[in-house]
């Protein structure tokens, strides 16, 4: 009888051991899953930051007068160059800033049918609208990460013991706000 009370206990501590391993690993799947996901975003981002020099330059070399765009142009990437190490709030709100930015000079530059036929125009306008679909499918699949680690973190039983395992924090969305999403999304003015 006592020997199977002892094997009853020794079941019952094995199986609370490998439950607690069980959401402690699937806690740590879900984190490391949210940085490679972060760290996708980051790439797309500074390649996108890369991009804009070679843009910028390319249009002045059409449009020189319109210095107040260039210049907001270049604040805007340094801001989102900056931004990427400050989290994604920071980062969603400097490239919420830069959409805008590079908003006004494509619309400087469908003033000028020349830069618009340049084969150099057209080839960073592409890599440029092609690094901001990764932007996007990067944004989409680190918040979908955010989400099922969030969820998971929330959900009865790990939300008892994960503060303990030291997941205290949910994770930030990449996320425009509405404010933003207004911005980018109103029609960029443009006067010569």
Do not use: C
């Not at 070679?54 to 319109?66: C, D, I, Q, S």
């Amino acid at each position: 009888m006592g020997l199977i009370i002892v094997v009853v206990l020794v079941v019952l501590l094995l199986g609370l051991v490998g439950f607690f391993a069980a959401m402690y690993n699937s806690l740590v799947r879900l984190n490391v899953k949210a940085g490679e996901a972060w760290s996708g975003i980051t790439v797309q981002l500074k390649r996108r930051a890369d991009l804009i020099p070679n843009l910028v330059n390319t249009v002045k070399g059409y449009a020189a007068h319109e210095s107040g765009v260039f210049e907001k142009v270049t604040a805007a990437r340094a801001s989102v160059v900056n931004a990427v190490d400050a989290g994604p709030a920071a980062a969603a709100k400097a490239e919420g800033e830069l959409t805008g930015a590079l908003k006004s000079l494509f619309a400087v530059a469908e003033s000028y049918p020349d830069l618009k036929a340049s084969q150099n125009f057209m080839d960073l306008q592409a890599n440029l609208t092609d690094t901001e679909d990764k932007v996007s499918a990067s944004r989409r699949f680190y918040n979908s990460t955010v989400t099922q680690f969030n969820t998971k973190r929330k959900t009865f039983p790990t939300n008892i013991f994960a503060n303990m395992l030291g997941f205290t924090a949910d994770k930030e969305f990449f996320d425009v706000d509405d404010a933003e999403r207004a911005t980018l999304e109103k029609p960029t003015e443009v006067s010569f």
